[in-house]
């Protein structure tokens, strides 16, 4: 698709200390660098290679994506929230570019 | 923290239990026989979604894990955008999608009077676009077109299908009805060997479905993307070694609305995922 669009599911309020689960999709075509179009020349590999979940400036939930996975991926992680604050998540792209969305929780 | 956002996190909880429990009991009977479900069988009638793994069926049963709702949320903002030289959007006429459109993918494709011959949904939106927006139709296959007709079938989810296929559109339906039953191909086949003489038996190590359209556009894992009821047509024609027809023609608009007629009684689904 066109314009590259993070969704990310997480809840707006949670008790100190309680475990939340989060979950991001983004929509990437995942192109492996395996597959050769119609002349027989390699397609590049374009993947997202790296992502990332921060709270409140600190990582907490990061994975290294390989070229097998398929498009548009899915992961879900949790973390255990003590204050308020944000969670930030940013996928990196082979091609440079970096993609951010963000999520504010209310710890009370 | 109230009680609601307790139960709230309890409940997601219990969601994620329910999900890995699934597993269990659909394995046990994929032949259909000893599960019950639900909307998705009606009498004889077996949606895609009951052919479909336990891991495919989560991804469909959350909305937030089904990837085509990336494509669907694409057309619920080109409802809103103007376009074209009447500079006017789906929502200047249609207003609110889920009123105006409720409803709306549990008739098509329907007989359409200007044209004498039936018309689908993504041909509606184009036709919309050429004599209302006086805008460019949009591309077969397009994300937006996808998009788009993903998010005005989806206003009519859980609504049973009800097609006409009386009055005007006798005719076309018969002549979809003559599709369905023709040999064709180098494999001389024709969807009725697959899809009503061996539906529920394996062709290699693929379960053969019903071939219910009531799912589509659907996201479709070997795709890995949201594709069309005509792509998949074009698929099936491809596999038995025939000719596919062009997206949108007349014959596999008239195969879409007996197909489609098929699954009168279950529900629309779209976008549903499928493998």
């Keep these: 698709m066109a314009t590259i669009r993070p969704r990310v599911k997480a809840p707006r309020k949670a008790s100190p200390g309680e475990v939340v689960e989060i979950k991001t999709l983004i929509n990437h075509s995942m192109e492996s660098g395996q597959r050769k179009d119609k002349n027989g020349d390699p397609i590049p590999r374009q993947i997202i290679n790296k992502f990332v979940a921060a709270f409140n400036g600190r990582e907490f939930f990061t994975v290294d994506l390989a070229p097998a996975i398929s498009a548009n991926p899915y992961l879900s992680f949790y973390a255990k929230v003590e204050e308020s604050g944000e969670f930030t998540f940013t996928w990196h792209d082979d091609d440079g570019s970096v993609y951010e969305d963000s999520k504010s929780i209310e710890v009370a | ?275």
């Design chain 2, 1 to 275: 923290m109230t009680t609601a956002n307790k139960a709230f996190g309890l409940l997601s909880a219990g969601l994620l239990g329910l999900g890995l429990l699934a597993t269990g009991p659909a394995n046990a009977a994929d032949d259909g026989t000893r599960i019950d479900w639900g909307p998705y069988k009606v009498d004889e009638k077996r949606s895609g979604y009951t052919y479909a793994g336990a891991q495919t069926r989560a991804m469909q049963d959350d909305e937030f894990q089904n990837p085509a709702f990336l494509w669907l949320e694409r057309g619920m903002d080109l409802w809103e955008t103007a376009d074209g030289a009447a500079n006017t959007s789906c929502a200047d006429c249609h207003g609110d999608a889920e009123e105006s459109m409720a409803g709306v993918a549990t008739r098509y494709p329907i007989y359409f009077d200007d044209w004498g011959k039936l018309m689908n949904i993504e041909q509606r939106i184009n036709w919309c676009r050429e004599t209302q927006m006086q805008a460019e139709p949009l591309k077969w296959e397009s994300d937006a077109l996808l998009g788009l007709t993903a998010f005005v079938k989806n206003q009519s989810k859980g609504m049973p299908i009800d097609v006409a296929v009386d009055g005007p559109a006798a005719p076309f339906f018969e002549q979809g009805k003559a599709f369905y039953e023709t040999r064709r191909g180098q494999l001389d086949l024709a969807c009725t060997h697959c899809h009503v003489d061996n539906e529920g038996n394996l062709i290699r190590a693929e379960t053969l479905s019903q071939g219910q359209a009531n799912g589509f556009p659907t996201y479709r894992l070997k795709w890995q993307s949201v594709g069309s009821l005509h792509r998949r047509f074009r698929g099936c024609n491809r596999n038995i070694r025939a000719q596919p027809y062009p997206y949108g023609s007349d014959e596999y608009t008239n195969l879409e609305l007996y197909v489609t007629w098929r699954g009168n009684g279950l529900p629309v689904e779209s976008p549903s995922v499928r493998k």
